[in-house]
């Protein structure tokens, strides 16, 4: 075997092991017996340990070092090709991370947030910030050791942001999450003064067998394998991998709120396109894998969002979503539905935010993340900064930290510079709408007849075919001819949402 | 460290690996999207790679050598608890079967075995033996090489038999499964000239959504840790655990023949009951398994047969089912429908069978596999000796190897030497009942008021709590204080279906 084939093999295995461990993972949101959580917990540990193991083997090391300069990441063998070239240079990527943390510190890493989580459900339920404070501290301050192993040039944050989305900076960040700010609030206010759409039709009762009937009529418009993906159920919708041949992705039925399985069937079944599409033929190495945590947002937002809140989707959809719910729907006009799909209402909560104001969200989780990172800020002023952030930005703030700074699993799980790529999947998403918004002119009047073959296509063509062979920036280069910006998603939503809000409304019954 | 304690701890990695195992199996039967069986099997056999090299370790090695003499299996230190040396016991032989075979050998039986499980189905699906035969003769070839690999005393069928149920030995069972032939073929024409209960109302429809609803009110007898298990349904029900929190099995509803789903969930829960009560404090060591196959077998025959088939189980269940099942049942008595679940009719499908044909079918598998094994009958008179055996047993033949010598998986599997553990499962359980009644002089009394705590408790002070710290043999004498027979099994049947058969039954309608 060459070198690059016996990475290729090596490679495969620990993305065997961790296909196994994406499994357990799917299993505890789904079908794991409470009572089995501890073994399971124990499984996954020793899991991880294999994996660890595995990733810095010495013949994988050896390996690698002839053909990429462990350093400087320069090639050292002529005539590798583009494909070979983005594996080796995805394989020193990992490595290094992965021996820049000492084992002691993962272990210490991982016994930490695992306590931590369970520290933060108690504390979230008991509403007692104090509760979880050590802990957090604890974990700020690893957080902040883990940035100086894996190394920085500027901001310690960029080293946690990088674990996600890869050469993303404080640097380019700031300014980007600066003007969203400022284009979102000025929209928010511009919003305050009108009349709010009704949308009281969409709390009556929508029996969970009906809407459960509505999970593949959605599907149907994303040309997924069906030999290949399934659908269950969880307290949070999720989606994970196995491998493009094993994909699962959950939603949830809330019977007075039947939106909520709506779209997020349409966001999971976004991330479930992305990794059917993955080059299966790479499968083991990184070419097989997607871009960044923010590209997958990227996909699913797609889809919820820029393609199932279109007048379009619901032109086609809404007739047939009447005839499932005659006696919620009968008297309601498409364009009632429509406006209250697209209510804007200034909430507490993240995850049961609208898209206008989830940006401002993730925007003060950002502020705070960087400021506890580079010390700025103290943990134990948490709750004030949030509450004040929440103030300015939304123009509510929390009275409980259940509500505030408490409502968050991610930082019990130390996934500090996490929360950044929700929002860059917006942007990506709207800079990538506006693409092919450009080259499928007509794309209004294919959905509305039901055609969504080429939606699925435009993103499997220009996204998912590459699987990690480009970065962001060269994904977003190739498809937009710009670098990322947030202009495309402001005036996605300013267009959209002043003919929604100026438009006549019906008035209220 | 001691060296039992690093033996504890490495025995545990295995058994992590062999739990996580589990789950990837049982996924495949329950939940897999079709399209990731390819993916799955490279998971599984890289897992079972990890298994062999953890098994085998030199470390593990080094400290098991400390305590117990491999060759000799004599204890090398002294005060060593029962416990202790169970496990060490266990671990010796589980060390020299695995060290035993030589890792090509295992390769070719694993690849040979995978190959042939495709190939079985094709030449079932197609009724053609022929397909299979190539296969077969070399999987039979590579079990009798196996056989000399592990050792045996006397007969190689015995080194395959010892690997489901230790120390059992065609010398011990061939005149058991003589004895038992002659009583069952006895019984069997002595029932044969009797009139033949009405079963035609267990197959009218009853609706999926109705049985199911039977899945937890049969599960109440059992004294489950409800936060500990599940069910599903698969096309063939199954049990499994991964650990004694976490167990699962399934049951299948087939709406005009509703007594399969009543006896697969009683059979299954039973196995899940042993799998709950084994002792969990000693999980990762041999302690906390399962004695034998055959001893897993006893625990869901009892429940299914011993006491899911008495009148006193169903004197309490039936008026509840006739409750269910209004329009198929009010009009059928309770004697009615107890005769019907008691009909005794030839058949040539082994899993399909009635409790007293059933081992039958079992016995000419164990014929023939150990014919194959000593060569004294060649892959290609299987069909012939099939029929001639059918035909002499059990009165029917078929006519075709698909209802014949290609019903079942095992042998593609390499399975040779699983068979006997079901009739043996069969003859403990009798041996177990008969104590239980004599210890539990109204135990039919209790159970007709729906008094099922004590039965669980019989089971698990007197089996499930030991896990492998006894064998079979040691158990079936502290609890029977007699060795393995077939007299119980048989006067069991014989009083049974003398009383069903020669009460006059009511006139068919």
Redesign the interface.
């Known amino acids: 075997m060459t070198p690059y084939q016996t990475l290729c093999t090596l490679s495969k ?1 620990v993305a ?2 961790s ?2 461990e994406a ?2 993972s799917w ?1 505890i949101e789904t ?6 959580i ?3 917990s ?2 996954m540990a ?2 991880a340990t ?1 994996i660890h193991s595995q990733t810095i083997q010495p013949t994988f090391l050896k390996n690698l070092r002839k053909l990429i300069d462990l350093k400087s990441g320069k090639f050292l063998k002529k005539n590798l090709t583009k494909e070979e070239k983005a594996n080796l240079f995805h394989w020193r990527r990992k490595l290094k991370e992965t021996l820049s943390l000492p084992a002691h510190f993962v272990t210490e890493f991982a016994k930490t947030t695992s306590q931590a989580t369970t520290i933060w459900q108690k504390a979230r339920t008991e509403d007692r910030f104090s509760l979880f404070l050590p802990v957090l501290k604890k974990i700020i301050s690893l957080c902040r050791k883990k940035a100086d192993y894996l190394g920085y040039e500027e901001h310690p944050y960029d080293a946690l942001l990088d674990l996600f989305e890869p050469s993303m900076t404080t640097k380019k960040i700031t300014p980007l999450f600066a003007e969203l700010k400022e284009g979102l609030c000025s929209l928010l206010s511009s919003i305050e003064k009108k009349e709010k759409p009704r949308d009281d039709f969409l709390h009556q009762i929508f029996p969970a067998s009906e809407q459960l009937k509505w999970t593949p009529k959605l599907l149907a418009a994303y040309a997924l ?1 069906k ?4 659908v ?1 159920l969880s307290a949070h919708p999720f989606s994970t991998e ?2 493009p ?4 992705f959950t939603s949830r039925i809330i019977e007075n709120h039947p939106t909520s399985h709506l779209f997020s069937t349409l966001h999971e079944a976004g991330h479930a396109l992305y990794a059917q599409n993955l080059p299966v033929k790479y ?1 083991g190495t990184p070419l097989c894998e997607a871009i960044s945590m923010g590209m997958h947002e990227s996909q699913s937002r797609f889809w919820e969002v820029f393609i199932g809140k279109s007048k379009a989707f619901w032109r086609y959809f809404y007739p047939k979503l009447q005839e499932s719910f005659q006696k919620q729907l009968k008297k309601i006009s498409f364009e009632e539905f429509y406006r209250a799909i697209h209510i804007v209402k200034p909430s507490l909560i993240r995850i049961e935010s609208d898209e206008m104001t989830y940006s401002l969200h993730i925007i003060i989780r950002y502020e705070i993340e960087k400021a506890l990172i580079e010390g700025s800020l103290k943990a134990e002023d948490i709750p004030e900064a949030w509450e004040e952030k929440m103030q300015n930005y939304l123009g509510v703030s929390p009275s409980s930290d259940k509500d505030g700074a408490l409502q968050d699993i991610h930082w019990s799980m130390g996934s500090f510079g996490y929360f950044p790529s929700y929002t860059l999947g917006n942007l990506y998403a709207a800079q990538f709408f506006e693409a092919f918004q450009q080259r499928n002119a007509l794309w209004e009047r294919s959905i509305q007849k039901g055609d969504f073959a080429f939606i699925s296509d435009f993103l499997k063509t220009n996204i998912h075919r590459y699987g990690k062979l480009y970065s962001s920036e060269e994904i977003l280069q190739r498809i937009t001819k710009r670098p990322l910006q947030v202009s495309c998603f402001l005036s996605y939503l300013k267009t959209k949402y002043e003919k929604i809000y100026c438009d006549e409304g019906p008035s209220s019954r």
């Open positions: 295995e065997l092991l296909s196994i499994l357990l299993d079908y794991l017996p409470p009572g089995g501890e073994a399971r124990e499984q020793f899991l294999m394998n030999n290949s993906y399934r269950d196995m491998h041949s094993d994909v699962r499968f």
